[in-house]
C-alpha cells in the first residue's frame, strides 16, 4: 500500500460496498417497496439498475410499471427511508475499513467519500460505521448534474480536498465507479472482497480485505 500511496495526497472512498457491505440492503428495499406498488420485481432486471442512482432506479421501474397513487419523489424516499431502517439494525460493516482510514489519517493523508448514494443516507452510514469524524469532504452525487460513471463527483471531491486528480487514490468496489475514478485521471483501488465473478480490469491494483478483520 505504501507505493501505490507514494507522492498521492488524497484517499476518496466509494460508500456501499466499501463503508458497508450494502448490496443486499439496496435489493431488500427495492423489492419491498416496488412489489407494494404492483411492479414485477425480477432478478434479471434489477441487475440493470444495480449502479443506478434512487431516483433512476424509481424512474426504470415506474416506466415500466406505471403505479397510481403515489409520486415518484414519494416513491424514493420510502426505498432511502426503508434502506436506512435496514443499515442501522444490519450487520453490515465491512470489516477494517474504519481502522484502515484511521491509519490513513495518522499518516496525514486528506480523507474525501463521493457516492452515487441519497445524501440523506450518508450520516446514516457515517454513525453506524463510527466515520463520522475521518473524513475531510462528503460527495453525493445527489449535488451532481451527473452521478457515477460520470467523472464529475471525483473531481469535484478532488477540487474541495485541494488537491490534483492525479494526486488521489480512489477505492472502490463496482465498474460504474471504477470508471468515474478513471475519467476523472485518478488511481484506482479495487475493493474486491474475494469476487472471482466480476472483472476489475479498470482498476490500477486490487485489495480483498483492508486489514486482518478488526473494525
Known sequence: MELILKDKKAVIFDMDGVLVDSEGIWKQAEFEIFSSLGVSVTEKESLQTQCMTTEEVTRFWYQKFPWKGKTLIEVEEMVIQRVMELIRSEDCIIKGVRAFIKK???????????????????PTVLEKTKTTLLFDIISSADCEEKGKPHPAIYLNTARKLKVKPQECVVIEDSQTGMKAANLAGMTVIAYTKG?????????????????DGST
Open 104 to 122: 490513513l489519517k495518522a499518516q496525514h493523508y486528506k480523507i474525501g467519500l463521493a457516492t452515487n448514494a441519497p445524501e440523506k443516507i450518508i
Open 195 to 211: 469476487n472471482k465473478n466480476m472483472s476489475f480490469d479498470l482498476a490500477d491494483y486490487e485489495i480483498d480485505r483492508f486489514s
